[in-house]
Each structure stands twice: as C-alpha cells, then as structure tokens.
C-alpha cells in the first residue's frame, strides 16, 4: 500500500477511467474506474483475484 502526492489522467482513448501515479516511485501506476453519481462521483479498482476481487474504492478526506 502507497501513499503521498502524485499525479493523475483522465484516460478516453482506452477505457474511460483515470490512471494515478504517485511521484515517490511506490507501487505502479493504477488505473481506476469511474462511478457513482455525477453528483457522488467515486472512483474504484478490483485488486487480486478477478473471480472474487477486493473492491477498493477512493474517498475524499
């Protein structure tokens, strides 16, 4: 698990989502799925096994 400043794109030439990357090098680049709301927008990504993922999804602090 990483966490720091980093930077992000909103990808529309693949899959509709955003791509983050953290400037200190730690983990790689992850690409997250829009959702949500436009007025509850949220952001998500499945991590480990694709049949039973854990689903984790980023808040606002």
Do not use: H, N, S
Request: aromatic share 10%; glycine share 14%; charged share 30%.
């Amino acid at each position: 698990m990483c966490d720091g400043p980093g930077t992000w794109l909103l990808d529309r030439e693949g899959r509709d989502g955003v791509v983050v990357r953290l400037d200190d090098g730690c983990g790689q680049q992850t690409y997250w799925v829009i959702g949500g709301t436009e007025d509850e927008p949220e952001l998500f990504v499945p991590f480990g096994d694709m049949d039973a993922p854990d689903l984790w999804i980023l808040q606002r602090d």
